[in-house]
């Protein structure tokens, strides 16, 4: 039982995250490392909707293997869940979507991953945002109606 309790315990799960963009500080001074197994970053889409936002998120998300198990466009979120890679037992992503008015959108990523305590510890979560921001870049640049490619979309 001290097993399997110690065990759940280190486990992370998509109810971990917030469940819309109102919980989220989009501040730019919150990124990296900002606790154990857990790692955020913001960016800005100039001149992108929230609709575009919107889908680049969850395009992002997909991109870089994770699952949508919970997404609403009213609430300006994407959840993710990715299953057990080499290093970690499971690993849960959210997007959020702030609208900046006449600029364009911010766009957060949260990760955490499992807390584990093995051999490797808390080293794989940090490249998590990057991957899927290169997904919602490829979104924007392929997907989306936004085709100037000298609007310097991304801050």
């Known amino acids: 039982i001290a097993l399997a309790t110690?065990?759940?315990?280190?486990?992370?799960?998509?109810?971990s995250l917030p469940q819309s963009a109102a919980?989220?500080?989009?501040?730019?001074?919150?990124?990296?490392?900002?606790g154990w197994s857990k790692y955020e970053?913001?960016?800005?889409?100039?001149?992108?909707?929230?609709r575009t936002a919107y889908l680049a998120a969850k395009a992002g998300l997909s991109d870089a293997g994770f699952t949508i198990k919970r997404a609403s466009f009213e609430k300006l979120f994407a959840i993710g869940e990715h299953g057990?890679?080499?290093?970690?037992w499971n690993i849960v992503a959210g997007v959020y979507i702030?609208?900046?008015?006449?600029?364009?959108?911010?766009?957060?990523?949260?990760?955490?991953?499992?807390?584990d305590v093995g051999f490797w510890g808390d080293m794989t979560a940090k490249s998590w945002p990057q991957e899927i921001f290169k997904?919602?870049?490829?979104?924007?640049?392929?997907?989306?109606?936004?085709t100037d490619t000298n609007k310097k979309i991304f801050k």
């Open 6 to 15: 110690v065990l759940l315990a280190g486990c992370v799960s998509i109810g």
């Open 23 to 34: 919980e989220v500080d989009f501040n730019p001074a919150m990124e990296g490392r900002t």
């Open 41 to 50: 970053e913001v960016f800005v889409l100039k001149g992108t909707d929230t």
């Open 84 to 88: 057990i890679t080499a290093y970690d």
């Open 98 to 115: 702030k609208e900046l008015p006449g600029e364009g959108c911010a766009v957060k990523v949260q990760v955490s991953g499992s807390k």
């Open 135 to 146: 997904g919602v870049r490829k979104y924007i640049e392929t997907e989306s109606n936004i």
